[in-house]
């Protein structure tokens, strides 16, 4: 892998807090739901974003050790 420009690593950085904020605040939204069909549309939107952290830390974590 290339080394990453010190902008780049904090536009990843900055990536990875706006999934994490949103998958937050899209789960506070579906725990205040009552209406269990959009809880459950939340709870999945919510997913995606917390997969998309657990795949850029995947990616970079692999990144480290084939260096």
Known sequence: MNELSLKELTGVED???????????????????????IRGVLEGI??????????????FNRSRFEQ
Do not use: F, G, M
């Open 15 to 37: 990536e990875v807090r706006t999934e994490e904020i949103l998958a937050k605040t899209i789960n506070w939204c579906a725990s205040q739901c009552e209406d269990p069909e």
């Open 46 to 59: 919510a997913e995606q974003h917390q997969l998309r952290v657990a795949d850029i830390s995947q990616y």
